[in-house]
């Protein structure tokens, strides 16, 4: 079995979707190291009186607010890294050659290019939904495709989160290759 996890990021000029694609198996073994960090992270932050951390949040870290309020530039870039680390990096806790670790997909939009393509025929929100849905579109379609080259017997769960930051996922689904 594996499991597809995916979330999306805003900005008011680009809405991006993206993720990962693994076995459950070194879903585990990443995720125990993933939950260490974060935890490490946190007992930091309560060292310093800062907010601890549940979660990682890629935009909330990259723009040092909420829980990462109060970092410095420095400890920002480093967690990144040992997160990086244990995804995809060299000693990264999967040991495996490429295929068996998980792969990384994405798309974005520019929202004032769609803006230039639809002029005035969408609201701002219309439109940056109309972008939200362009990007899980093609993320989905390319889950799909790499199942279909390099998996075609397996299942895939798929796990998006929704905007937000969400703890629960927002929606679960299968994808089953080979059919």
């Known amino acids: ?19 990962w694609i693994g076995f459950d198996s070194q879903w585990d ?7 260490a960090r974060v935890q490490h992270e946190s007992r930091i932050n309560q060292k310093h ?26 400890r920002q870039i480093r967690f990144t890294k ?19 670790r998980p792969m990384i997909f994405g798309w974005a939009v520019s929202v004032a290019d769609a803006r ?3 002029k005035d025929d969408l609201t ?6 109309y972008c939200y849905s362009i990007c899980v579109h093609e993320c989905l379609k390319e889950v799909e495709r790499v199942a279909r080259v390099h998996y075609p017997d397996e299942t895939i769960n798929v796990v998006h989160d929704r905007l937000g930051g969400h703890p629960k996922p927002a929606s679960r689904g299968h994808l089953k290759t080979g059919q």
């Open 1 to 19: 079995m594996m499991t597809c996890y995916f979330d999306e990021s805003a900005n008011s000029s680009t809405i991006a979707c993206g993720g």
């Open 29 to 35: 073994k990443i995720s125990r190291d993933w939950s």
């Open 49 to 74: 009186k800062l907010k601890p951390i549940t979660r990682y949040h890629a935009s909330d870290c990259a723009n040092r607010l909420r829980q990462f309020s109060g970092w410095d530039v420095s």
């Open 82 to 100: 040992k997160l990086h680390e244990i995804m995809a990096g060299e000693t990264a806790t999967t040991k495996c050659w490429v295929h068996d």
């Open 116 to 118: 230039e393509t639809f």
């Open 124 to 129: 701002e929100m219309e439109l940056k939904r």
